[in-house]
């Protein structure tokens, strides 16, 4: 490892304690999931994100930042996109009223459902995104 990686480690590493400790999408459904599920039964739901955020940071990597930075409308509309489903969950919380489960409907987000979630998380792309530009600098 070169001594600028090196450098660089402990910073990562902060931003990397900061960004997954603070509030966000993964971290209330994770609560939730976490409550009414229990802790075995939200392991798929947490290796997910885990599993999401690598394959975004990954894909990031390979490109797709290069795409965002020749094609900035692009950023625009997933931002745009991403405020959008944020709002419209929020609209629909504020909104609902009393919970009815049928029998067995309900049960923890999956594995491939958490890991595709991250493609439309607005906190997983600013952290990508972020982390992506900083160790291209």
């Known amino acids: ?10 910073a990562g590493i902060l931003f990397a304690l900061v960004t997954t400790i603070t509030p966000g999408p ?17 392991l798929p739901h947490i290796f997910g994100i885990s599993a999401g955020v690598v394959v975004l940071m990954v894909s990031v990597g390979f490109g797709l930042g290069e795409v965002f930075q020749r094609v900035p409308q692009l950023y625009t509309l997933l931002e745009a996109a991403s405020v959008g489903y944020l709002l419209y969950l929020a609209w629909k919380i504020g909104t ?7 029998q067995g409907e309900r049960r923890p987000m999956r594995f491939h459902e958490a890991l595709l979630f991250q493609w439309i998380n ?16």
């Open 1 to 10: 490892m070169s001594y600028e990686l090196l450098s660089a480690l402990p």
């Open 26 to 42: 993964n971290n209330t459904m994770l609560l939730a999931s976490g409550v009414n599920f229990g802790f075995r039964r939200t």
């Open 96 to 102: 609902s009223g009393e919970v009815r489960v049928r």
């Open 122 to 137: 607005p906190k997983a792309w600013m952290m990508v995104l972020t982390a992506a530009t900083t160790i291209h600098m």
